[in-house]
């Protein structure tokens, strides 16, 4: 395949646009351990472009994404630099059918930690988060409708796979989805640095121990009043140098862990 304008390629270009992908319910995945992710899932992975190179030096994603149903393609390194979003591509771009699940179904399931993604609007903030909530063993992730998209190319990449991973909801209505947790017996905790609570003292107490869902908001001005009043608690980091602040990401990583340390602990 050596045309940019063959209509396989603009199709598949035209999911850089998040109205695109909502219509169509599909995502660009780039790169080795994306696409593996995504082709190890029967009927995910839709299509794949691959370089001549990456098509023999990963013969074997390219065998697994046919198997499971990929229409696979070789394209030269311009159609691939047409469609990846990075400066230095790795020769593999896959069409992904949408992963997302219904609030309802996931309510259904395990809760002992979720994860609520509260107007976090940053795409390589939301795809860490999601890879903290990963490692950290969460049931899973709900996503607000004034979030960033999750299937954008820097949030799925900055997930590291992990999006493939847990559960994801998307387009959390956030009084609705904290109403839903708290009546199946989820204590809502929002992660704020002003916040009255402090988390080594959540922790020393034992009430981490508890099902938990942590709500994080927007990178700039945190939590607004309105979401703080749908927490049970709202919990600060504790700075114990002379940092001013914790990014997100990070933060999100230590309450998450702390979260995961006492519901393990015998």
């Given amino acids: 395949m050596s ?15 998040r109205a695109f992908r909502a219509k169509q319910r599909l995502f660009l995945v780039e790169g080795p351990q994306a696409v593996r992710e995504a082709a190890a899932e029967p009927g995910l992975l839709s299509e794949l472009f691959a370089s001549p190179q ?5 013969a074997d ?14 394209a030269t390194d311009e159609v691939l630099a047409s469609l990846g979003d990075t400066v230095t591509g790795q020769g593999l771009v896959g069409v992904c059918r949408f992963l997302d699940r219904p609030l309802s179904e996931v309510l259904d399931g395990p809760l002992r930690l979720v994860v609520l993604l ?6 390589g903030n939301a795809g860490s988060v999601l890879r ?3 490692a950290a063993g969460a049931d899973a992730v709900l996503v607000s409708g004034e979030s960033v998209d999750v299937y954008n190319a820097k949030a799925v990449r900055a997930s590291v796979g992990s999006l493939f991973h847990l559960p994801v909801v998307t387009g959390v209505d956030l009084p609705a989805a904290a109403a839903a947790l708290r009546e199946r017996g989820v204590r809502v905790l929002a992660a704020d640095g002003a916040g009255p609570a402090d988390l080594d003292d959540e922790a020393d107490s034992g ?9 994080f908001g927007n990178e700039a001005w945190g939590l ?8 049970d608690s709202v919990v600060r980091v504790p700075i114990h140098g002379r940092a001013e602040s914790l990014n997100l990401a990070t933060a999100a990583a230590v309450c998450l862990y702390a979260s995961a340390r006492a519901q393990r602990r015998p």
């Fill in 207 to 215: 009430a981490l121990a508890a099902r938990t869902c942590w709500m």
């Fill in 118 to 123: 509260a107007h976090v609007r940053d795409p």
């Fill in 61 to 74: 994603e390219l065998e697994l994404a046919r198997a499971h149903g990929a229409a696979v393609a070789v």
């Fill in 54 to 58: 990456a098509a023999e030096r990963y």
């Fill in 132 to 134: 903290a909530a990963d």
């Fill in 224 to 231: 607004p009043e309105p979401l703080r009043e749908l927490a």
């Fill in 3 to 17: 045309s940019v304008k063959s209509t396989r390629i603009v199709a598949a270009r035209r999911l850089a646009s």
